[in-house]
């Protein structure tokens, strides 16, 4: 039986939702729901105008025989200030200094929502530029699997000890500055495959050791360097890597309070 | 102006997809669509058909001046069945036997698609129970947050050594038999409210240590066990903690190959 316009509009809104990035062909949509191609088109029109006008992405159709529909999570500049603006309202709202200018924000990376909006923002930075992995420092990026999502890839967290479950790993050694100790990084030597373009996803930039530490461990697994994105930029602009990196939010914690403000995604030379 | 029925269906449902567990009015939806008091019901008829009909979920209709709406992610049995199928027969087809009845699982942990589909799995069996948070074990549950937004709550990751960003916070010991080691677990004081009803969440148990010392690090918050989901139980079942657990599939890794089967979710006692 033919499924009606309005039950194609929410399985179809829910399935791009679900599978950003995945491209998923129009034959397959047309066999589901036994409808015709002129009624798919139309269904996806009226998808497309929908998630454009609210600023949420973009609904891409490919014609011909290999015809498919992909969605592409992409923020626009309207909505990914006012994302940003609300977290940095909270930042700065609250009893979050800790000695040695650091800040807690646990809290903030807890909520699956607030994680979804900044793995959507930082995804609509990457779009244009081939991402096949997102990894992170394991435990303190919980915001990797929102932007892989966002991306239509996977992601891996690396850890400072192998697990029993990891099999045979790959490891580096890093001088963390603000720690004056040698750090060991591990990843999976299946997790990742040579030649891969990576991104680096943190929560937090304040010597940048871990940081030159993945991009040792990228390097030793012959893959490349996609990009680096940085949710709180806590560094003061001093760092230098052999890669830029965009921040979504500058943090500077003085004696006893935090002044949060926009990151350098938002500074004029990236607009 | 008034927006479409059309386009009403498509941002209900994007709505109500990212807030799992989040009563919105049925005023603010109104007011946002400038439509009439019946229409909107009619939507939400439709899209609480559709929802039921897929299995993914329920959308509640609270009526009166408080009224409002939730859509809580509930997979039927017959959609369980097939999403912790396809994950079996993904770990009984490769390569995946790690020495010492370990199993490597990060990447199927690292498809974003995958995670969310366990957590609405394992949300499902806690929806009329309370929980307020959910804990994991830093690195391991990668499956927390999908837990999590299903849940509508936020999650915390345990640690094994605090970082500068925790703040103050409270630490237990326990004894891990497989290491022969005493080990040190970690959480923010602020992380967790006293009374707080938790669900641990793992996704491999095989000695069940961490889980008792997760359980013992929720009584020195003085917070309440709301119960312990476990994706992959690779214990033999000869595990007996003070709560009882539920596992989506049972593994018994061989000298050289796995054998992956349903977990106790599935057992008739359950059902």
Request: proline share 4%; hydrophobic share 35%; net charge positive.
């Amino acid at each position: 039986m033919a499924v009606k316009r309005r039950d194609r509009l929410i399985n179809i809104t829910s399935f791009l939702l679900e599978h950003p990035n995945h491209p998923v062909t129009a034959k397959s949509f047309i066999e589901k729901y036994g409808c015709a191609k002129s009624s798919l088109s139309k269904d996806i029109k009226i998808i497309r105008h929908n998630f454009a006008v609210r600023g949420i992405g973009r609904v891409h159709t490919q014609v011909g025989a290999t015809g498919g529909v992909t969605y592409t999570p992409k923020v626009s500049p309207k909505r990914t200030k006012a994302i940003i603006s609300s977290i940095i309202k909270d930042l700065n709202n609250h009893d979050r200094y800790l000695p040695g200018g650091y800040v807690y924000m646990s809290d903030i990376l807890s909520r699956p929502y607030t994680l979804e909006q900044i793995g959507d923002v930082i995804a609509t930075q990457y779009l244009d530029k081939p991402v096949d992995k997102v990894l992170t420092m394991n435990g303190k990026g919980l915001i990797a699997p929102s932007v892989a999502k966002a991306l239509g890839v996977s992601f891996i967290p690396s850890a400072h000890q192998s697990k029993i479950s990891d099999g045979a790993t790959i490891n580096v050694n890093y001088f963390s500055a603000s720690s004056h100790q040698l750090h060991n990084l591990v990843l999976p030597q299946r997790s990742l495959k040579e030649g891969s373009n990576v991104l680096i996803v943190d929560d937090y930039l304040k010597e940048g050791s871990t940081i030159n530490g993945i991009i040792n461990l990228i390097k030793a697994f012959h893959c490349k360097l996609a990009g680096i994105a940085i949710l709180a930029d806590g560094s003061n602009g001093h760092l230098n890597f052999d890669h830029p990196y965009q921040s979504l939010i500058r943090i500077n914690p003085n004696e006893g309070q935090i002044k949060a403000s926009f990151g350098n995604l938002f500074d004029k030379k990236n607009n």
